[in-house]
T-cell receptor, first 111, second 115 residues
Framework: DAKTTQPTSMDCAEGRAANLPCNHS???????VYWYRQIHSQGPQYIIH???NNETNEMASLIITEDRKSSTLILPHATLRDTAVYYC????????????FGSGTRLLVRP | NAGVTQTPKFRVLKTGQSMTLLCAQD?????MYWYRQDPGMGLRLIHY???????AKGEVPDGYNVSRLKKQNFLLGLESAAPSQTSVYFC??????????????FGPGTRLTVL
């Protein structure tokens, strides 16, 4: 699985968009990009995933660069409840479907 | 539909004691996973199962055993607990639907302290 690199921490103002970057320069053609988040003391929560195309759901948008070496998770209108650690994970769709978590980005949403 | 549940929520063990953590899911998922999370770190995969009766090793399997006798249950055992196994343990099950859905659902965690 490709290694991902994320900033250690970020902050944004409530109501503004939060843009969380992720670098995965060694990603291979059949590795997907997944985003999960972990609110303090809880189990991680799935946000979104994609392969090549940009994706959007009710929680967030995922923008993947054309060369697939990096991606950005966008929370369009951050709320205080979005304060969490966000994990960007590159994963093969093989028989195990294992998520390998890094250290993530700690996002603080300020009032 | 309770999702993924874990038993117990908290436990304190003495070095050398044994225990079993239970994970249960009511979503009929084939894949189940056990992770551990140490303070300030991301989750690390201990063992996983791709179906009833199957298990496989993850990143950090030493000191743990698992069993998947029933599809809905995935058990994690510590035969002889060590202080290094003090951690928060998360279980997850995976939902996959052709055409888009691929999600791991996590339980609330078990906080284990080994003295």
């Amino acid at each position: 699985d490709a290694k991902t690199t994320q900033p250690t921490s970020m902050d944004c103002a409530e109501g503004r968009a939060a843009n969380l970057p992720c670098n995965h320069s060694t990603i291979s053609g059949n590795e997907y990009v997944y985003w999960y988040r972990q609110i303090h003391s809880q189990g991680p929560q799935y946000i979104i995933h994609g392969l090549k195309n940009n994706e959007t759901n009710e929680m967030a948008s995922l923008i993947i660069t054309e060369d697939r070496k990096s991606s950005t998770l966008i929370l369009p209108h951050a709320t205080l409840r979005d304060t969490a650690v966000y994990y960007c994970i590159a994963m093969y769709m093989d028989s195990s479907y294992k998520l390998i978590f890094g250290s993530g980005t700690r996002l603080l949403v300020r009032p | 539909n309770a999702g993924v549940t874990q038993t117990p929520k908290f436990r304190v063990l003495k070095t050398g004691q044994s225990m079993t953590l239970l994970c249960a899911q009511d979503m009929n998922h084939e894949y189940m996973y056990w992770y551990r999370q140490d303070p300030g770190m991301g989750l690390r995969l201990i063992h996983y199962s791709v179906g009833e009766g199957t298990t496989a090793k993850g990143e950090v399997p030493d000191g743990y055993n698992v069993s998947r006798l029933k599809k809905q249950n995935f058990l994690l055992g510590l035969e002889s607990a060590a202080p290094s196994q003090t951690s928060v343990y998360f279980c997850a099950s995976r939902e996959y639907l052709a055409g888009g859905t691929d999600t791991q659902y996590f339980g609330p965690g078990t906080r284990l302290t080994v003295l």
